[in-house]
C-alpha cells in the first residue's frame, strides 16, 4: 500500500485527535517498518489495521467506525493534492464511473507497484448506482467513507447502503447508492 495512505492517517489523526495520541499509537503499534512513511514508499497494509487497532483502544471507537472517517477524511485530502481528477465533474456518480479508468489507471501509471481496489460501478436509471469493491486489503470500511466524502463533496444527497457480497472475506462488497429527491 502506497505511503500516502498511512500518512494521511497519521494527519487524520493528529488533527482529529491530538499529536499525542499519534505518539502513543505510534508506540503502541510497534510495525516492522516503525512508522518512518514517505508518500511514495510501499508498506504493508497490515501495519495501518494495527494503528487503526491502537488508535480505537486509544479513543474507544469501535475499528469500522474509524476506518470509516479516516476514509472520508482521505477523499477530501487527495481532492486537494490531486484536483486534476475532479476537473469539469459535476457530480458524484459521473466521478465515481471514472475512477477505476482514469484515477486509479493513473496510479498504476505513477507507481507501478501500486494496487489500488478494484471499483466497479453500474448505474441504475439517474439515481441509483451500485459500486462494487474488490480488495485483498478488506478495507470496504474506507471504502464507504471515500463514497461519503464524495458525496460531501459534491454536496449531493445520496443514501448509502453497505452490503457484503458473495462471501464473509470482506474482499468484496457491494455498495447502493439511491440519489433523495
Not at 458524484?92 to 478494484?118: C, M, N, W
Not at 463533496?153 to 457484503?164: K, M
Amino acid at each position: 500500500m502506497k505511503g500516502i495512505i498511512f500518512t494521511e492517517f497519521l494527519e487524520m489523526v493528529d488533527t482529529k485527535f491530538t499529536p499525542e495520541t499519534t505518539e502513543r499509537i505510534i508506540e503502541r503499534a510497534n510495525v516492522p517498518s516503525g512508522c518512518a512513511y514517505t508518500t511514495i514508499g510501499t508498506y504493508d497494509h497490515r501495519e495501518l489495521v494495527q494503528l487503526v487497532v491502537e488508535l480505537s483502544k486509544e479513543t474507544g471507537t469501535n475499528v469500522p467506525d474509524l476506518v470509516r472517517t479516516y476514509g472520508f477524511y482521505l477523499f477530501e485530502r487527495l481532492v486537494r493534492a490531486y484536483p486534476r481528477f475532479l476537473s469539469g465533474i459535476k457530480d458524484a456518480f459521473t466521478f465515481l464511473e471514472g475512477l477505476e479508468t482514469i484515477v486509479h489507471q493513473e496510479v498504476r501509471k505513477l507507481y507501478s507497484d501500486a494496487k489500488p481496489p478494484r471499483i466497479i460501478c453500474t448505474r441504475d436509471g439517474e439515481q441509483r448506482m451500485e459500486v462494487l469493491y474488490e480488495s485483498e486489503r478488506c478495507l470496504a470500511d474506507a471504502a464507504h467513507g471515500l463514497l461519503l466524502g464524495c458525496i460531501d463533496y459534491f454536496g449531493e444527497e445520496i443514501d448509502v447502503r453497505q452490503e457484503d457480497a458473495e462471501d464473509e472475506s470482506g474482499q468484496r462488497v457491494r455498495f447502493l447508492l439511491t440519489k433523495q429527491a
